[in-house]
């Protein structure tokens, strides 16, 4: 599996074979907002934004969270942009008059976008209770962003979603589910594929997994419900047990599995992506130990083309 999906990222492909197949990646990247920003020990963020751009260009669709400071946020596009030769379609968080920083969310892609909106949940941490520490300072929410598969065929298309879901008070993330939920099943059509990239602070290790009152079923069941075909987490889907932790280095053995890649296909017989592959990338590097306090989660779908 690592090696299909290493050469999948790698290798230059053609306008043809992007189409058929495609790369995803989901990264929170750790460049946080304001003060928040001086709890953050990792060194060199001009160099760590520098390196982001580098690793996540070589992925079709990028759906990065926590790209919270402006001038970090404009460098990885701007490194993103000169890798892909000048091409860079993006949406990102909206920043409402009340915030202190945006959402967090960057969606990238070389394909083209054709509809964007997003969302600013209603339910956060406050700082009242929080201090600095809480989600309330920033727009936290969701993007959204249509993709077609070239500008010769826009009306085959995937709807790809990006989140940050509530890192601090528990009793908020259950009423986020429900708002994306409630977004996704607005702005996706249900004849196509969807995607949705995030770190949803939601822990999804096998004990999660099986029980029915865990915060992942939650989630599952209600994103389930915004989808006709339903939803499937791609990380179970093919690694089944596995940690898949993304919370640290040793993801193989320790961590917590909280930034996924789910699908929603829609139910026969409309054309579905069909997952091929999935990993963590640690992106370990020795001038800052790694590039964010996260693990990256990338995937590579098969994308039949209309006959």
């Known amino acids: 599996m690592r090696t299909a999906l290493t050469m999948a990222i790698c290798a230059t492909l053609s306008l043809a074979q992007a189409q058929e197949k495609i790369t995803v990646l989901s990264y929170n990247v750790q460049f946080l907002p304001g003060i928040a920003a001086s709890h953050n020990k990792r060194p060199n963020p001009e160099y760590r934004a520098k390196r982001i751009a580098e690793e996540v260009s070589k992925f079709d669709i990028v759906g990065l969270q926590e790209t919270f400071e402006p001038s970090h946020r404009a460098a990885i596009k701007e490194g993103v942009k000169a890798a892909w030769n000048g091409t860079l379609n993006s949406v990102e968080s909206p ?71 509530e890192a601090r008070a528990d009793d908020m993330r259950p009423l986020q589910y429900k708002e994306l939920a409630e977004f996704i099943g607005a702005k996706s059509d249900p004849k196509r594929p969807a995607l949705l990239l995030g770190d949803l ?30 939803v499937t987490d791609i990380w179970v889907a093919l690694m089944g047990d596995k940690l898949g932790g993304t919370t640290e280095q040793e993801s193989a053995e320790i ?53």
């Not at 962003?145 to 085959?156: C, G, P, V």
């Not at 602070?201 to 075909?229: I, K, P």
């Open 255 to 307: 961590g917590k599995r909280i930034d996924y890649i789910l699908l929603g296909n829609p139910k026969p017989p409309a054309l579905s992506l069909k997952p091929l592959a999935i990993q963590v990338n640690t992106y370990q590097d020795p001038q800052v130990t790694a590039l964010s306090d996260h693990n990256a989660v990338a995937a590579e779908f098969e994308w039949p083309a209309a006959k």
């Open 201 to 230: 602070n939601t822990r999804g290790m096998v004990e999660n997994r099986n029980d029915a009152a865990s915060q992942y079923s939650v989630m599952m069941n209600d994103f389930a419900g915004a989808r006709e075909g339903g």
């Open 95 to 165: 920043l409402p008059k009340d915030f202190m920083a945006n959402g967090g969310c960057l969606l990238m892609t070389k394909l083209p976008i054709i509809a964007s909106d997003a969302v600013v949940y209603k339910h956060f941490s406050k700082p009242e209770e929080y201090g600095f520490r809480a989600d309330g300072f920033a727009a936290k929410g969701a993007i959204w962003a249509r993709i077609a598969r070239s500008d010769t065929a826009k009306d085959e298309y995937i709807d790809v979603f990006v989140t940050h879901l």
